[in-house]
């Protein structure tokens, strides 16, 4: 039985609360951005999350919009579902000890590329990921991420064959280690056992392949240990595209997953890019591959990673 989100008053929110007969809470305001931003980097549709996190869509709705007070356990279902913890869904992640608290304040107000050199810094001191290979030799691993549709597949394959390198598709990799499609994965086990076999198969990946181009899937910035692990071994580019090319190139190739099937379909697509782009851009590299045909794409790209680690132009 789903479970019922109330409005402050005891009751259950209705329309006219969301159309100003009344002023919404700052903090359930804030919340529920929090609950749209994550849905957006995990890339699950309102109705997926309602699904998993046992709750009426129209009430996961209420709670993306400020309306009506969610119980804490209907919170912990919905951290559940989104994969983190209810401390990240409430906003406060940093007080879970005087360390965390010092840390905190230490880095509060910094730049991006001050905390950028932080962690990069902390990474290589804990030898846990985290750091890249920026101050010193570049990896030959060549990591293409983004989301889907952005090439990967296609020019990580051409790249591969112009380097010499083998080229690792981690979705056929995570399926191999599943023995089932990433979808059955998804729908059988859920997300968490997804991101498991995710962590997996690159790691695999890492250890067998000293030189390699990866296509890695779009969502891989959804788990920041992983996406450390791939900070740390690989040379990361970032594949960009416009929404509309996304969304072309996904329906071109016959993907009719829920993303490319809803009738919301470029909002779904939209949301996700904007929830995961902060995560995209920690790539050393970016490439535009909607600012100009494919062999003019590969020629960036080929001229970018030759030059990263140091190959010659031919």
Known sequence: MSSTILHPTGLAPTAADDDGGEAKN??????????????ARRGMTRKATALAADVSERHLANLEYGIGNASILVLLQVAQALQCSLAELLGDVTTSSPEWLLLRELLEHRDEATLRRVREAVGQMLGTGGGNARTSARSPRVALVGLRGAGKSTLGAMLAEDLGYPFVELSREIE?????????IQG?????????????ALEEA???????????PGGIVSDPATFNLLLAHCTTVWLKAEPEDHMKRVLAQGDLRPMAASREAMDDLKGILAGRAAFYSKAELQLDTSAQDLQASFRLLRQQVRDALALPPT
């Open 188 to 200: 059988l086990y859920g997300q968490n056992a997804y991101r498991r076999y995710e962590r997996r």
């Open 176 to 184: 191999k280690f599943a023995g089932c499609s990433v979808s059955e």
């Open 206 to 216: 890492i250890q067998i392949y000293p030189e390699a181009v990866i296509a890695t």
């Open 26 to 39: 700052p903090f359930l305001v804030a919340l529920g951005e929090r609950v749209r931003a994550l849905r």
